[in-house]
């Protein structure tokens, strides 16, 4: 089993075959923390708001 997110161009360019689609798949939950006081550094807020955006695609 590999993440989707590290074989996507392998399974894209038919260098992989996904074996099995379960009707559920399984779940990988991430979670964003910073220090206290993170958010008054504009390049810890820059990091935050790229990695929330890039998220929405994953």
Known sequence: MLPYSL?????DTGRLARLHSPE???LNTLFLVQRPGGEADPDVLRVR????AAARSW
């Not at 074989?7 to 399974?11: A, G, P, S, V």
């Not at 708001?49 to 929330?52: F, M, S, V």
């Open 7 to 11: 074989c996507q161009e392998y399974l």
């Open 24 to 26: 559920e798949p399984p």
């Open 49 to 52: 708001d790229r990695l929330r």
